[in-house]
């Protein structure tokens, strides 16, 4: 039986989805498995053992749950250390009156990724948004004839070490690794629709310890950024200002927690346990909705100025489909209400269950499953690619086995009439990560 399995590893929770597609496209669920994330600080691995141990708990749960041995996993990654920058790349043809095809536009992508960037930074995606052929701007280069083939980039960078960490603890939890994906990106293709990326959204994915963004326009990624605060710090400032136990925090702000005080009462309040026999203490929901609504303001204006650097309020980058609120921390109540009051933009929560099937009891209807969704639609996309191994490295040939080469792709093309972006083939990070996980081999 063939599947996919998404891994998020996030701050507060793992989780594990296996699925595979059905004869509509949909996606079937098999499986589920959560666990509790114990070595993750905002994003960041911070102890190896415990993120190994959550790792194996959240994969047997779903191994169980889908009666399956999951080996191969499509893992998402975010942080602090996460940050984007725009850059233009191009190459000269040798051929200039040959098409352009796929090899040529992987050949641009390579040649971006020799990017230099700063000690102990590597390139995770570098994702083209506008190509030229010969100084014109265009769509689609590929099938078009020209010399020099330029493009700009969405680069995004994250922290060697905190790339390997993350490589580490999904090899030594007996897993191999099919790709690495920037989480926002994966929330995105779960929760968006063609028509928000085309007239323009940013999907605001706020997590336990990061709230990431992406922002699209013209069905193009504009811009990423990852600020290094989410739910978990609410649950803190809760459990600092009631003076209670973060387990009482977190079902306070779960249960009864709004962004919005002016719209609690004053006399509604809600006793918490005492410790060890000790008196209950009473809680105001206004005093509660006050705490929270302090944090997240914060967290919104930090989003407000990332959409104002990205230029949102410009006419021609105006987000006219607006703000997708999304991961476990959008669950607040009333939050959209203050998303659209900070930014201006009008707001929704985004679902993942849209795409899929067989999800009737509405467990993965929650906004906390956005991510991990998002990574299993990326590992089904993996997996319906054509079996290729590509090159890593452009092949100079002379001018004749040039077009014996030309000559057999095209035919190949037409014995297989697979959508040439569906057969992209493996970004620089995948072979960064296979390199890795060979390194750990010998090593062991």
């Known amino acids: 039986m063939e599947y996919s399995v998404g891994l998020d590893i996030g701050t507060t929770k793992i989780v594990a989805i296996v699925g595979r597609k059905n004869e509509r496209g949909m996606i079937e669920l098999l499986g589920v498995g959560r666990s509790k994330s114990l070595g993750v600080h905002r994003g960041i691995v911070s102890n190896i053992a415990q993120t190994i ?5 959240a994969v047997e749960e779903a191994e169980k749950s889908a009666k399956v041995s999951i080996k191969k996993v499509t893992v998402g990654i975010a942080g ?16 200039p009156e040959a098409y352009i095809t796929e090899d040529d536009i992987e050949q641009l992508k390579a040649q971006a990724n020799k990017l230099v960037m700063l000690p102990g930074e590597e390139i995770i995606h570098a994702l083209p948004q506008e190509y030229k052929v010969d100084s014109t701007e265009v769509q689609e280069p590929v099938g078009m004839e020209g010399k020099r083939l330029e493009a700009k980039f969405h680069v995004v960078v994250g922290q060697m070490g905190a790339i390997k960490n993350v490589v580490r603890c999904v090899k030594e939890a007996g897993l191999e ?6 989480e926002p990106l994966a929330s995105s293709e ?18 336990g310890g990061t709230t990431d963004i992406a922002v699209f326009k013209d069905n193009i990624i504009r811009h990423t950024c990852v600020i290094p605060y989410g739910g978990g710090i609410v649950t803190e400032d809760i459990k600092e200002g009631c003076s209670i136990i973060e387990k009482h925090a977190e079902q306070l702000k779960v249960k009864f ?31 509660l909705s006050k705490i929270i609504n302090s944090r997240m303001e914060e967290i919104l204006e930090l989003v407000n100025t990332e959409l104002k650097g990205y230029g949102a309020y410009e006419r021609s ?15 607040l109540k009333h939050l959209r209400q203050l998303a659209n009051y900070i930014t201006g933009f009008e707001s929704r929560i985004g679902y993942a269950n849209e795409y899929v099937a067989n999800d009737k009891n509405g467990y993965l209807k929650g906004p906390e499953y956005a991510t991990g969704i998002g990574l299993l639609m990326e590992s089904l996309r993996i997996k319906e690619r054509p079996s290729h191994q590509v090159q890593e490295e452009p092949i100079k040939t002379e001018p004749k086995e040039k077009e014996e080469q030309e000559q057999e792709e095209n035919n190949i093309e037409k014995e297989n009439p697979i959508s040439q ?21 010998d090593r062991e």
Request: hydrophobic fraction near 35%.
């Open 53 to 57: 141990k959550s790792i194996k708990a």
């Open 177 to 182: 690794m099919e790709t690495l994906t920037l």
């Open 80 to 95: 602090k250390h996460i940050r984007s920058l725009q850059h233009s790349d191009y190459i000269m043809r040798e051929n």
């Open 257 to 287: 927690g709004s962004a919005l005080p002016e719209l609690e009462k004053d006399n509604i309040s809600i006793a918490i346990p005492g410790l060890h026999g000790k008196q209950d203490k009473e809680i105001s929901l206004k005093t």
């Open 317 to 331: 980058k105006k987000l006219i489909a607006g703000i997708v609120l999304t991961g476990g921390g959008s669950n």
């Open 421 to 441: 972006h569906n057969g992209e083939k493996r970004n620089w990070l995948q072979n960064f990560v296979d390199k890795l996980m060979k390194e750990l081999d």
């Open 190 to 207: 779960a929760v968006l629709t063609q028509e928000e990326k085309e007239s323009g959204v940013a999907i605001v994915d706020i997590g």
